[in-house]
């Protein structure tokens, strides 16, 4: 279990605390949402939680972060690496820059580990095969759609084989059809089992992937609980959040008086 | 009021990629026009051709009839804004207010009417409290939304964003929503590039669907997210905002936005 | 994203061939001594016959002949022709005069003057191109780290490499966006340095900005361990290859000595 123990994050130079006392956990197999207005800290709650800040960025840490009951202040971050890892939301600055083909880039992570050659061409090639990108191996990575360049950065988190995924709004940069084929890719992840935190302004990509949702407001952890009562709650929009278009329109319908409509999700589309 | 024309607008990147092959399109003055495409489709290829940072290889664009080749990009920028994607790429002031004032400032405004223009743009992005801040303290969001003010202080007929709400939470949606309304009521045309189909069904009144460097659909937001068109949009590689798909999935017929579902089922039931 | 931008031939084409498969030093060495031998040489007929056998014949046994040629021309045209142009019309010392236009002379010391320059500047960047067109960075740079190299000064030296053509790219977009804001960037030179700070205050700003995400990538993918990097493959060397590198430099250091020792050469 990853946990957050009443956290507080200061950047370096900055006035005051980004995000403030944040108690959260992200049990093994679980995806947890974390949504809120911009600037409400939900990209400094997955650099916490990745390791990064204070490691690489400076500033400073309040609180504990705990990785099975142990405290990791004090551990550098490659020795992380293997436990938490994260997903930004450019792809472009994902890539490491030196690799000419998809399948030195996935590996690029685990090769930084020194671990024996074979191990790297194995966890490379199932870490593409997770993500159903095994035709892009020999691409250009620099030469992808934004979506494929998403998969390949997810990929390359992959192939380090954390046990938590901090993903910080890994569609927000990308088309529909990026959309598409990362949201799918996503499923496909929590499906099989891997403990995700994921920052997302699209709350109809949460509803369909996670267990519970944290909402963030002004750096304060606002709301935490299961991702049907969170996206169904009245004070979503009062908190600068776009509840899924589902139910945001049903309780229009119902307000209306219509209470007999149902708009039921719609079959296979 | 300004009146855009393409006439078989070709262009052909150095490197041979074809981005635009024979696009015809009329733009009306107060139109608000949303372009949609994927990614390569050729939607930013194109607007660039309307201010002239790009040339046509083929083909025209017309400026109420005159022709933009006659024109250099400074001229035309006092005639059409254009807010590119990555406010980076064009934040370069101490502060905001003065961020906002460089642009104006190049298409002639001064004086008093300057600072209108200033203090105008900022309220409609929502940007008037910081104003004496450096750009860079605030959010990607918040620096988006500073580079769009830049562009609506130069007061220009026609205004265009690529991607504006891209990285917006819901509020930021709303506040380009509502500036989009505001300047096609002021009798400025619009033109946006988004990937956003809620947005752009919500927002824009006319749909222009790329693909591959051609124009695949053009009409009115109800016609181009209408069932009949679904699979023209699936083979550009899009999908119909949720209030179309819900209203024809109850059968209401084409609600591309979601007070247009709203009422379809109201009048359904009474 | 990004629409594709107006995209040119960023990469060598990836052809194969024997001399594509030396491994990644050899090729180095080969351009480096070509470029030195070049420069000690001198004359025309020396660096002439230097860029026939290491670069123009190795280029046709890879294939990429017409492209080297090409992107040397523009790599060595703009120094070459204000070389050729200094050197034919304002060679001081020269006596046999070709040509008079007005109060310049062109002379024919100041001709074979220029045509040395010229034939140096050819081989060297013929010798680079050579080596850029048959090598892939990240062979190079497996190489060098195979040998010892620290991986992270090899990191360094490839990104900085490679990093050019988007730097360009963002340079294009930022004076696209200024101009779109009606900053003039023709015109008189005042206006011109006036346009400045808004085209390099986004270039600096912009990089510092990219360049912490960047890092922060870099840390998240465990880049800061010390001790060794795994290499996913490491460039074939061979006994011939050893003692050819070998060879090269000595022949090298023979002819500079001669050189300066004043032998005949």
Request: aromatic letters at 4%; a neutral charge; proline letters at 5%.
């Amino acid at each position: 279990m990853l946990v957050l123990d009443t956290v507080s994050y200061r950047y370096a130079g900055a006035a005051g605390d980004a995000v403030t006392k944040i108690s959260l956990d992200l049990r093994d197999q679980e995806v947890v949402g974390l949504v809120g207005a911009n600037e409400s800290g939900k990209s400094t709650v997955c650099l916490v939680a990745s390791g990064l800040a204070p490691r690489a960025i400076g500033g400073v840490l309040g609180g504990r972060v705990l990785i099975d009951g142990a405290d990791v202040a004090g551990r550098p971050i490659h020795e992380l690496v293997g436990t938490v890892g994260i997903c930004f939301q450019n792809p472009e600055t994902q890539l490491s820059g030196v690799t000419e083909t998809v399948f030195e880039e996935v590996a690029f992570g685990p090769a930084n580990l020194g671990i024996d050659r074979d191990e790297l061409v194995r966890r490379t090639g199932e870490a593409l095969e997770t993500l159903g990108i095994q035709g892009l191996a020999r691409r250009d990575p620099r030469r992808l759609s934004g979506g494929q360049m998403q998969l390949v950065a997810l990929a390359g988190l992959l192939a380090l084989q954390p046990r938590y995924l901090v993903l910080d709004e890994p569609t927000a940069q990308l088309d529909p059809a990026g959309t598409r084929l990362v949201g799918e890719a996503l499923q496909a992840l929590a499906q099989r089992g891997s403990a995700i935190l994921i920052a997302e302004h699209k709350t109809d990509l949460l509803a369909g992937l996670c267990g519970r949702i944290a909402v963030l407001q002004r750096g304060e952890l606002a709301m935490l609980g299961g991702a049907q009562e969170v996206l169904a709650d009245d004070r979503l929009e009062g908190l600068g959040i776009a509840a899924p278009v589902q139910g945001r329109l049903q309780r229009r319908i119902d307000a209306l008086g219509l209470a007999a409509t149902s708009i039921a999700p719609e079959p296979g589309r | 009021m300004t009146h855009l024309h393409l006439e078989g607008l070709s262009h052909v990147y150095p490197g041979g990629v074809r981005a635009l092959e024979g696009v015809d399109l009329e733009i009306h003055p107060t139109e608000r026009l949303a372009l949609v495409g994927e990614n390569g489709s050729g939607k930013t290829t194109l607007v660039r051709h309307l201010n002239g940072l790009l040339r046509p290889t083929s083909g025209r664009v017309l400026i109420d009839g005159r022709d933009a080749a006659l024109l250099r990009v400074a001229q035309l920028s006092r005639l059409i804004g254009l807010a590119f994607q990555n406010p980076d790429h064009q934040i370069f002031s101490s502060t905001v207010r003065r961020e906002v004032m460089f642009g104006a400032r190049n298409a002639g405004l001064r004086g008093g009417v300057l600072e209108d223009a200033v203090v105008r743009s900022l309220r409609l992005v929502g940007l008037e409290q910081v104003r004496d801040d450096n750009p860079y303290d605030l959010g990607y969001s918040r620096r988006k939304l500073l580079a769009i003010a830049s562009v609506l202080a130069m007061d220009t007929q026609v205004v265009i964003l690529d991607e504006p709400t891209t990285g917006q939470d819901a509020p930021g949606v709303a506040a380009i929503e509502r500036l989009v309304g505001g300047l096609s009521e002021a009798g400025r045309t619009v033109i946006a590039v988004s990937h956003d189909m809620r947005f752009v069904a919500e927002t824009f009144s006319r749909v222009v669907v790329m693909q591959a460097g051609r124009i695949a659909l053009d009409g009115p937001v109800e016609t181009v997210f209408a069932e009949q068109s679904w699979p023209a949009l699936a083979a550009s590689r899009l999908e119909p905002p949720p209030a179309a798909r819900l209203g024809a999935s109850l059968g209401l017929g084409s609600t591309p936005t979601e007070t247009a579902l709203l009422a379809a089922i109201g009048a359904g039931r009474s | 994203m990004n629409e594709p931008g107006p995209e040119g031939p960023l990469e060598a084409p990836r052809a194969d061939s024997p001399y594509h498969r030396l491994n990644p030093l050899t090729k180095a060495v080969s351009a480096t001594v070509t470029g030195i031998a070049a420069l000690v040489l001198g004359g025309v007929i020396g660096p002439a016959l230097l860029t026939l056998v290491a670069v123009i014949i190795p280029a046709a046994i890879a294939g990429v002949l017409r492209v080297l040629v090409r992107t040397t021309l523009l790599l060595s045209l703009p120094i070459g022709i204000s070389a050729v142009l200094v050197n034919v019309f304002f060679f001081p010392a020269g006596r046999d005069v070709l040509l008079r236009v007005g109060p310049i002379t062109a002379t024919g010391e100041g001709l074979s003057l220029a045509l040395e320059v010229l034939a140096r500047i050819l081989a060297i960047s013929g010798a680079i191109t050579l080596f850029y067109l048959t090598t892939r960075p990240s062979d190079f740079v497996a190489d060098l780290e195979h040998r010892g190299v620290s991986s992270r000064l090899a990191f360094v030296a490839n990104a900085s490499a490679q990093t050019v053509p988007q730097m360009l790219e963002r340079a294009g977009s930022i004076v696209a966006a200024q101009r779109a804001r009606g900053l003039d960037t023709e015109g008189s030179i005042v206006r011109r340095l006036r346009a400045l700070p808004p085209l390099v205050g986004p270039v600096i700003l912009g990089t510092l900005g990219e360049v912490e995400e960047r890092t922060m990538a870099l840390e998240a993918r465990g880049f800061s361990r010390p001790g060794r990097r795994t290499l996913l493959r490491i460039p074939a060397d061979s006994g011939v290859q050893r003692l050819t590198r070998w060879l090269l430099v000595g022949g090298l250091s023979v002819l500079a000595a001669s050189r300066i020792l004043g032998v005949p050469g």
